[in-house]
């Protein structure tokens, strides 16, 4: 295990700062998530802690030693792509085994580490296979594998599950957050998908224009944001935001509740919403519309878990309600917490 840390890191191309001082330091064997659009930064990021680009300014520090300048072998570092970059002509044995051949590893105990891998990942009986056999969970794990054998002081993941189907991603996120808790590396891993983020880190930065705007554990990140980019870049629906003179008030759409769902006791601020819309999935109601009284008209979504039963219609209005311990409060002009 190692501490990652990044001191005033920029990294610029042609005048752009895809890095722009950055500053973060992981704890010993955390996983910790980089998460932001594209565009933003991450991989930019993950690739100047690998080694692969070499920061305009500032430091990568690895278990307390500056390693910038070094290339990522010097690093003892493994990184995991989105193209997993399997060797087609090679089998699953061939593949992982491939760095520690590369390092002049007998032959003999390179199968035995491989094996040891491979059975720590579930992929034990596939090592005859050729990637072209396996299915893209499988390949994940092969690259995994393959990162392993190195016995790496950090792993670095590039967004690994993005070549899955959604079905195969929540498996692969359950598998990836059980292996890196057996294995206790430090590990970063980069996403543009909130739901990865959230269910995977000890921590979330989130990343904007090569800046992190904030970091911390996923239920603080989520129910406090710093300011009003993660407050909607995080959550689905995002948070709502209602004009108040020189404030924004924020609040969850989950927070947004018929005034018969809160009890009387909760001191809480009511709102009527005229309902245009109602959309059902997965058992919640969304129910979009506009609110007044709690400043400017705005347009929200409340959402609604089944065990809210309140009839509801569109082309109605009813009185909801927020509970005022919800309320989250915005600078207008800067979008910084109020």
């Known amino acids: 295990m190692a501490v990652v840390e990044v001191?005033?890191?920029?990294?610029?191309?042609?005048?752009?700062?895809?890095?722009?001082?950055?500053?973060?330091?992981?704890?010993?064997?955390?996983?910790?998530?980089?998460?932001?659009?594209?565009?933003?930064?991450?991989?930019?990021?993950?690739?100047?802690?690998?080694?692969?680009?070499?920061?305009?300014?500032?430091?990568?520090?690895?278990?307390?030693?500056?390693?910038?300048?070094?290339?990522?072998?010097?690093?003892?570092?493994?990184?995991?792509?989105?193209?997993?970059a399997l060797y087609p002509h090679k089998t699953v044995l061939g593949n992982i085994v491939f760095p520690l051949r590369a390092a002049g590893m007998t032959r003999a105990d390179r199968e035995l580490k491989a094996k040891w891998a491979a059975d720590l990942l579930g992929i034990g009986h596939l090592l005859a296979r050729k990637p072209r056999q396996l299915s893209g969970g499988e390949r994940q794990r092969v690259a995994l594998a393959r990162a392993l054998v190195r016995e790496p002081h950090v792993f670095l993941l590039d967004e690994p599950l993005s070549n899955l189907d959604a079905k195969l991603r929540a498996s692969a996120r359950d598998e990836l957050k059980r292996f890196q808790q057996e294995v206790s590396t430090t590990t970063i891993y980069v996403t543009h998908d909130q739901v990865e983020a959230m269910g995977l880190g000890d921590r979330i930065a989130v990343l904007s224009h090569g800046k992190v705007r904030q970091i911390g554990k996923p239920v603080d990140v989520y129910d406090d944001p710093a300011d009003t980019f993660v407050a909607t870049f995080i959550g689905s629906p995002p948070m709502n935001l209602v004009p108040r003179d020189e404030q924004l008030v924020g609040f969850r759409p989950e927070h947004l509740l018929p005034v018969d769902a809160l009890p009387a006791t909760v001191d809480r601020e009511k709102v009527p919403l005229a309902v245009d819309r109602i959309e059902y999935l997965s058992g919640d109601?969304?129910?979009?519309?506009?609110?007044t009284?709690?400043?400017?008209?705005?347009?929200?979504?409340?959402?609604?878990?089944?065990?809210?039963?309140?009839?509801i219609s569109a082309g109605e209005t009813y009185d909801f309600a927020v509970a005022r311990h919800r309320l989250r409060f915005f600078v207008a002009a800067t979008g910084e917490r109020a």
């Not at 400043?295 to 039963?309: H, N, Q």
């Open 293 to 311: 009284g709690i400043g400017e008209a705005t347009r929200v979504v409340a959402r609604l878990p089944a065990t809210v039963d309140s009839p």
């Open 285 to 291: 109601r969304h129910v979009y519309g506009t609110v």
């Open 7 to 84: 001191r005033n890191l920029v990294k610029q191309f042609d005048g752009v700062r895809a890095v722009d001082g950055v500053d973060l330091a992981t704890e010993e064997g955390e996983y910790l998530v980089l998460l932001g659009p594209s565009g933003c930064g991450k991989t930019t990021l993950l690739r100047s802690i690998a080694g692969l680009e070499q920061p305009t300014a500032g430091d990568v520090l690895i278990d307390g030693h500056v390693v910038t300048g070094l290339p990522p072998r010097a690093r003892k570092v493994a990184m995991v792509f989105q193209s997993y």
